[in-house]
Antibody, heavy 118, light 109 residues
Framework: EVQLVESGGGLVQPGGSLRLSCAAS????????MHWVRQAPGKGLVWVSR????????IYADSVKGRFTISRDNAKNTLYLQMNSLRAEDTAVYYC???????????WGQGTLVTVSS | QSALTQPRSVSGSPGQSVTISCTGT?????????VSWYQQHPGKAPKLMIY???KRPSGVPDRFSGSKSGNTASLTISGLQAEDEADYYC?????????FGGGTKLTVL
């Protein structure tokens, strides 16, 4: 059974940092591009970032470029999102997703809530 | 990186068909046959329903179908069932990055 389990969310003050993790199992993690997608409370899905299978290629939405860093450890089957200089508008449930290359998301985690507030 | 345009809401009675549109530009929907659709029930993670415009993943009922014409993609749900009531999001590849639509709430009357 495929599982993506996010962790690391929580309450952080504006300007602070947080590191999200996504533990993958049940599929060949190292073969797939992976993504982070977020959803602000009551709002729609927004793509955040993508990393290719070997971790050498990354891309970000303009809204997080320069503040967020996506990475992966294929030996640990884990995807990461380092979030710095957090803003109130970064408040959202963050999902890791993948399994569809660069264009769609076959597998989804259950999400982890990040709240940026003083 | 502008969001794709979807109607905010659609509705239909059980057994009927509904179509949800998704309008982008010549840089995303119109440029690639990489449109996907996701169903999301409240408090749950999204679920892939259609990928590559019209392909259905294993386990998705054939009541769900996708198509595309120019810069507009569509998701059609035939034989509406109560459990189809959910939010639906389209998504398109846009050359390296990905863009979602704003979402459509489907109400089964």
């Amino acid at each position: 059974e495929v599982q993506l389990v996010e962790s690391g969310g929580g309450l952080v003050q504006p300007g602070g940092s947080l590191r999200l993790s996504c533990a993958a199992s049940g599929f060949t993690f190292s073969s797939y591009w992976m993504h982070w997608v977020r959803q602000a409370p009551g709002k729609g899905l927004v793509w955040v970032s993508r990393i290719n299978s070997d971790g050498r290629s990354t891309i970000y939405a303009d809204s997080v470029k320069g503040r967020f860093t996506i990475s992966r450890d294929n030996a640990k089957n884990t995807l990461y999102l380092q979030m710095n200089s957090l803003r109130a508008e970064d408040t959202a449930v963050y999902y890791c997703a993948g399994g569809g290359g660069g264009s769609y998301f076959y597998y989804w985690g259950q999400g982890t809530l990040v709240t940026v507030s003083s | 990186q502008s969001a794709l345009t979807q109607p905010r809401s659609v509705s239909g009675s059980p057994g009927q068909s509904v179509t949800i549109s998704c309008t982008g530009t010549s840089s995303d929907v119109g440029a690639y046959n990489y449109v996907s659709w996701y169903q999301q029930h409240p408090g749950k993670a999204p679920k892939l329903m259609i990928y590559d415009v019209s392909k259905r993943p294993s386990g998705v009922p054939d009541r769900f179908s996708g198509s595309k014409s120019g810069n507009t993609a569509s998701l059609t749900i035939s034989g509406l069932q109560a459990e189809d009531e959910a939010d639906y999001y389209c998504c398109s590849y846009a050359g390296s990055y990905v863009v979602f639509g704003g979402g459509t709430k489907l109400t089964v009357l």
